[in-house]
């Protein structure tokens, strides 16, 4: 099974949420996690990975043959991302622009054009205990990142349970994050922030057509404002996290929750039945 | 030489407008002939890139200079390899703007002055 951890709103636990579910599933059966937020990766800061293999990630991007070019300014016309711009007896490239279309590559009339790697990141493999890790970490500098996330969720397969910590926000690196997954674990807060930005997560579910479902973290018990959203939308509240200052302290110090409380071990068992109860009715 | 200005409409009395990228038109005046046009610049709505592509909407209109408000790296970048002259500092409206000009008053830029999607709204 393919798991997302997602939020909209940063900061909410989802990285808490996801490593912590990773370690307690790891003591039952084979668990990969993904930490697909490549622009500030922190699930190694967690799980303090061996990381044992590395690839480097490239995009194509337009080369211009310059002997060949006769700046007729069809490429600039064409590209529906502005990374090109003719001047004459110049054409200037701005690869940060490029979406790798190929349209320039495929219909230069002097078949001036040819793609070349232009090299967003990295994607690194390796294990922490009995979970396997991947993440990816994308070039400073670097703007577009679903390539690269695309390449970290290649490296999911299909015996093990994928556990993929999806980055904030509710655009394009996040829908490229839960594409595909089976599952989507939604992780808010109780405050209006909170249910702000979980109601656009949802949105983009829905759009998507990926079932989800709600743990409140820092819970105060009461929880009133989210769970009256969650009935109104028929999403199940799959588990409630207590605010702990120990728990807090722990990830201040890189300490994953579920390691500095054992018990609550039972917590996000409990957490993946509802889970694997939800997807299978 | 042609002088593009961006601008909020498509006279010498209508207001100048600071964004480059997606300003609504460019007022252009030809100092060889002294007539005066308008350009529609299309890239106010676009998602991206509307820098780069409002410079290459000058470059194509064959314009030696451009005076701007703002004006962000990558259409700096198109603007100075293609030799267009940046001037910056306007105000006003666009007759102003060419009277400013004529007078030597506004500066040559050497760098862009914003940054990339300063001139997004919202």
């Known amino acids: 099974m393919k798991l997302a951890v997602a939020s909209g709103k940063g900061g909410t636990g ?35 990975p ?50 790798a279309c190929g349209g320039c590559w495929n219909f230069c009339p002097k078949q001036a054009i040819t793609p070349v790697d232009n090299y967003i990141g990295v994607v690194e493999e390796g294990r922490a205990e009995k979970v396997r890790f991947v993440h990816g970490r994308l070039n400073v500098g670097v703007a577009m990142s679903p ?17 993929i910590d999806v980055p904030p926000g509710t655009s394009c690196p996040a829908v490229k994050s839960v594409e595909g997954v089976d599952f989507c674990i939604l992780v808010t807060e ?44 028929k999403i199940p509240v799959l588990q409630k996290i207590p605010l702990d200052r120990e728990v807090a302290e722990g990830y201040a110090a890189g300490i994953p929750a579920v390691l500095v409380k054992k018990e609550w071990g039972e917590l996000f068992s409990e957490l993946m039945d509802k889970v694997e109860e939800v997807v299978s009715s | 030489m042609k002088i593009a200005v961006s601008a909020q409409g498509v006279s010498l009395k209508d207001p100048v407008d600071p964004r480059f990228g997606r300003c ?66 306007i105000k006003g409206n666009v007759e102003n703007s060419l009277e400013l ?18 001139g997004m709204r919202g």
């Open chain 1, 190 to 233: 109780p405050t209006p922030f909170g249910l702000h930005d979980l109601d656009l997560a949802v949105q983009v579910l829905h759009q998507l057509k990926i079932p989800c479902g709600v743990v409140i973290n820092r819970s105060d018990g009461l929880d009133l404002t989210v769970e009256e959203y969650c009935g109104r939308c």
């Open chain 1, 50 to 99: 061996v990381l044992q293999h590395k690839e480097m990630v490239a995009v194509l991007v337009p080369e211009i043959d310059e002997q060949k070019c006769d700046s007729c300014g069809y490429c600039a016309e064409i590209c529906a991302f502005h990374a090109l711009a003719v001047l004459p007896g110049n054409t200037l490239v701005f690869p940060e622009m490029c979406h």
């Open chain 2, 101 to 118: 000009f004529k007078e030597k008053k506004l500066n040559l830029m050497s760098d862009p002055n914003v940054s990339s999607h300063a």
């Open chain 1, 147 to 163: 390539p690269l996330i695309r390449a970290v969720k290649a490296k999911a397969k299909n015996d093990e349970l994928t556990i």
């Open chain 1, 14 to 48: 989802k990285t808490t949420v996801s490593v912590s579910l990773a370690i307690t599933m790891a003591q039952r059966k084979r668990v990969a996690f993904l930490d697909c937020d490549v622009e500030e990766p922190n699930g190694h800061l967690m799980l303090n």
């Open chain 2, 24 to 89: 609504r038109h460019f007022v252009v005046y030809d100092s060889d002939t002294g007539s005066l046009t308008a350009v529609a610049n299309p890239s106010g709505e676009t998602s991206g890139g509307a820098g780069i592509q409002t410079a290459q909407l000058l470059v194509n209109q064959a314009v030696g200079a451009v005076l701007v408000g703002n004006v962000g790296p990558n259409a700096f970048k198109v603007l100075n390899a293609a030799g267009i002259k940046v001037y910056g500092g």
